[in-house]
């Protein structure tokens, strides 16, 4: 369980700018907004560059690299190696307080490959990864935000610190709760996260339909032996792994219906005619919170150790990642949404309206184009307590992301930015289609404008800080307390993916981009924009 000192809570504030009037920081908005336009080519060259990279979780070297390499010319020290992950990196400027941190993931999808602007099925290479996530987009915009904050700063003399660090892995949950675990927060005052989606938003409060998971992999140990001669003197694994599979499939109509459970066989043996001696399933749990993603974990065990029984063979396993339900900051919320309505959607062309509209009818799904309205800002209302039938139910469920470990030990929030078309299923390669387009680079703009001006806020107004620190301690964490669910041997799984991006890597060398000879990743791909069958 962490802990917030006496001390820290004092120091969180202890920076103030002197009056800082509303006038005043209009015009630094105004300012930071034409730098940001003024820095599109740069933005557009960092997504393109990263996209072409398409490197999967632990293993994004080069994408590493390159952002570091950046950071570091813009004047960032940076520490590279964080929690023990090779990957990982805080790059830092600036002095004093505010301490403000701003992250966003770099990893890609398996078998996601995909030229961008083409609304169909096209992979670059066949069975490669591939940024069917959008993963590409969000350190670009950062790192463009963090740059015209640094010169307003510079300019006009206000204190703080900036940092910013890449979420390692995201796709695995591998990374963040090590971070935590690190003390990568420990002084930071609010921490701003960037995730790529098709419009414009961030949630206040705890995130609905969301859920928080445990990683484990499972490896059963049994006996070799011929299939045929002699099957009675083997003890197969893989019918171990098998027993768990089944185990599950009954009990999946005995939990929440907001629960998940779902697995990967990563080990199924080696060939039909020898017993398999060793087998491995990888399993997700997720759930609402804390409680019930333990019991869905103590049920694998269970399961785990019931199917070893079985078989007469032995189980071990790993914790491979983990991620808390994200519960998300309503003031630092309220003042980004604000900023967002300032800022408005980009004007998007009639190509990236034909593009996203042939995506979708290419994903079965309504023609309706880019989104052209900001949705509301919903606040929730912390005297509303839930019904005993939602509390039995649970919420619907949905996906998990790692920041969640983040935001409960920090005032956090997420903001969503409009790089992406509405038309992909997720985790897909019709959701890297717009990716490399002038849609992600239109969306990264608009993003990086709100990210900035949120920025500004923070460092301009100590009220706010101290209003994030309030909801997070009386509101957020007065009746739930952050637990790790790392156990104090876990280490982060950076061998992960290293095995993929051996064999795809050399491939796909070819088609990183080269900004120095093409203007877009387009014009290298020879692709015309947008590419309609």
């Given at each position: 369980?962490?802990?917030?000192?006496?001390?820290?809570?004092?120091?969180a504030?202890?920076?103030?700018?002197?009056?800082?009037?509303?006038?005043?920081?209009?015009?630094?908005?105004?300012?930071?907004?034409?730098?940001?336009d003024g820095?599109?080519?740069q933005?557009?060259?960092m997504?393109?560059t990263?996209?072409s990279?398409?490197?999967?979780?632990?293993?994004?070297?080069?994408?590493?690299?390159?952002?570091?390499?950046i950071?570091?010319?813009?004047g960032?020290?940076?520490?590279?190696?964080?929690?023990?992950?090779?990957?990982a990196?805080?790059?830092?400027?600036?002095?004093?307080?505010?301490?403000i941190?701003?992250?966003?993931?770099?990893?890609?999808?398996?078998?996601?490959?995909?030229r961008?602007?083409?609304?169909?099925?096209?992979?670059?290479?066949?069975?490669?990864?591939g940024?069917?996530?959008?993963?590409?987009?969000?350190?670009?915009?950062?790192?463009?935000?963090?740059i015209?904050v640094k010169?307003?700063?510079?300019?006009e003399?206000?204190?703080?610190t900036i940092?910013?660090?890449?979420?390692?892995?995201e796709?695995?949950?591998?990374?963040?709760?090590?971070?935590?675990r690190a003390?990568?927060f420990?002084?930071?005052?609010?921490a701003?996260?960037?995730?790529?989606?098709?419009?414009?938003?961030?949630?206040?409060g705890?995130?609905?339909?969301?859920?928080g998971?445990?990683?484990?992999?499972?490896?059963?140990?049994?006996?070799s032996?011929?299939?045929?001669?002699?099957?009675?003197?083997?003890r197969?694994?893989?019918?171990?792994?098998?027993?768990?599979?089944?185990?599950?499939?009954?009990?999946?109509?005995?939990?929440?219906?907001?629960?998940?459970?779902?697995?990967?066989?990563?080990?199924?043996?080696?060939?039909?005619?020898?017993?398999?001696?060793?087998?491995?399933?990888?399993?997700?749990?997720?759930?609402a919170?804390?409680?019930?993603?333990?019991?869905?974990?103590?049920?694998?065990?269970?399961?785990?150790?019931?199917a070893?029984?079985?078989t007469?063979?032995?189980?071990?396993?790993?914790?491979?990642?983990?991620?808390?339900?994200?519960?998300?900051?309503v003031?630092?919320?309220?003042?980004?949404?604000?900023n967002?309505?300032a800022?408005?959607?980009?004007?998007?062309?009639?190509?990236?309206?034909?593009?996203?509209?042939?995506?979708?009818?290419?994903?079965?799904?309504?023609?309706?184009?880019?989104a052209?309205?900001i949705p509301?800002?919903?606040?929730?209302?912390?005297?509303?307590?839930l019904?005993?039938a939602?509390?039995?139910?649970?919420?619907?469920?949905?996906?998990?992301?790692?920041?969640?470990?983040v935001s409960?030990?920090?005032?956090t929030?997420?903001?969503?930015?409009?790089?992406?078309?509405?038309?992909?299923?997720?985790?897909n390669?019709a959701?890297?289609?717009?990716?490399?387009?002038?849609?992600?680079?239109?969306?990264?703009?608009?993003?990086?404008?709100?990210?900035?001006?949120?920025?500004?806020?923070?460092?301009?107004?100590?009220?706010?800080v101290?209003?994030?620190?309030?909801?997070?301690?009386?509101?957020?964490?007065?009746d739930?307390?952050y637990?790790s669910?790392?156990?104090?041997?876990?280490?982060?799984?950076?061998?992960?993916?290293?095995?993929?991006?051996?064999?795809?890597?050399?491939?796909?060398?070819p088609?990183?981009?080269?900004?120095?000879?093409?203007?877009?990743?387009?014009?290298?791909?020879?692709?015309?924009?947008?590419?309609?069958?």
């Amino acid at each position: 369980m962490l802990k917030l000192l006496p001390i820290f809570l004092l120091t969180a504030c202890a920076f103030a700018q002197g009056q800082v009037s509303s006038q005043r920081i209009a015009g630094m908005k105004a300012d930071l907004a034409g730098q940001i336009d003024g820095m599109k080519k740069q933005a557009q060259v960092m997504t393109d560059t990263v996209f072409s990279f398409g490197e999967l979780g632990f293993q994004e070297v080069e994408t590493s690299k390159y952002l570091i390499g950046i950071l570091e010319k813009e004047g960032f020290t940076v520490e590279r190696g964080v929690a023990g992950i090779p990957t990982a990196f805080v790059a830092s400027w600036g002095r004093g307080k505010p301490v403000i941190s701003l992250g966003s993931d770099i990893d890609d999808i398996p078998q996601a490959s995909q030229r961008p602007g083409v609304p169909y099925h096209s992979p670059m290479i066949e069975g490669a990864p591939g940024h069917g996530e959008g993963h590409n987009t969000g350190m670009p915009l950062n790192i463009i935000a963090a740059i015209a904050v640094k010169k307003v700063m510079e300019r006009e003399h206000l204190s703080g610190t900036i940092r910013l660090w890449p979420g390692v892995a995201e796709e695995v949950l591998g990374s963040k709760a090590f971070y935590v675990r690190a003390g990568m927060f420990r002084d930071v005052d609010i921490a701003l996260f960037a995730h790529v989606a098709n419009n414009l938003s961030v949630t206040a409060g705890p995130a609905t339909y969301a859920t928080g998971l445990v990683s484990v992999e499972y490896s059963f140990k049994g006996e070799s032996a011929h299939a045929a001669g002699a099957p009675w003197r083997g003890r197969s694994a893989l019918d171990a792994v098998e027993l768990m599979d089944i185990g599950w499939s009954f009990r999946r109509e005995h939990i929440r219906i907001g629960a998940r459970v779902h697995r990967v066989i990563t080990n199924g043996g080696d060939q039909p005619n020898v017993v398999p001696p060793n087998a491995s399933v990888w399993y997700y749990f997720r759930e609402a919170d804390y409680e019930h993603i333990m019991a869905l974990w103590n049920i694998g065990d269970d399961m785990a150790k019931a199917a070893a029984l079985m078989t007469n063979t032995t189980v071990t396993s790993r914790l491979l990642g983990s991620a808390w339900p994200a519960h998300f900051s309503v003031p630092i919320a309220e003042d980004m949404y604000a900023n967002m309505k300032a800022v408005g959607l980009p004007h998007w062309s009639d190509d990236d309206q034909k593009l996203a509209k042939a995506l979708q009818n290419d994903q079965k799904q309504p023609e309706k184009g880019l989104a052209t309205k900001i949705p509301e800002l919903n606040v929730p209302d912390p005297t509303v307590e839930l019904t005993p039938a939602e509390i039995n139910v649970g919420p619907p469920g949905g996906g998990s992301d790692d920041i969640g470990d983040v935001s409960w030990v920090v005032p956090t929030v997420t903001l969503r930015y409009p790089s992406d078309i509405p038309a992909g299923p997720g985790h897909n390669w019709a959701n890297g289609v717009a990716m490399a387009t002038p849609i992600a680079h239109q969306g990264v703009i608009a993003g990086a404008k709100v990210q900035a001006m949120t920025i500004l806020d923070i460092l301009t107004q100590p009220e706010l800080v101290q209003k994030a620190w309030d909801y997070f301690r009386n509101v957020q964490t007065k009746d739930t307390q952050y637990h790790s669910f790392l156990r104090p041997d876990d280490e982060p799984a950076i061998w992960m993916n290293q095995k993929t991006m051996d064999e795809y890597r050399p491939k796909m060398k070819p088609f990183y981009y080269d900004s120095a000879k093409f203007d877009t990743y387009l014009d290298q791909l020879g692709i015309k924009y947008p590419a309609l069958k």
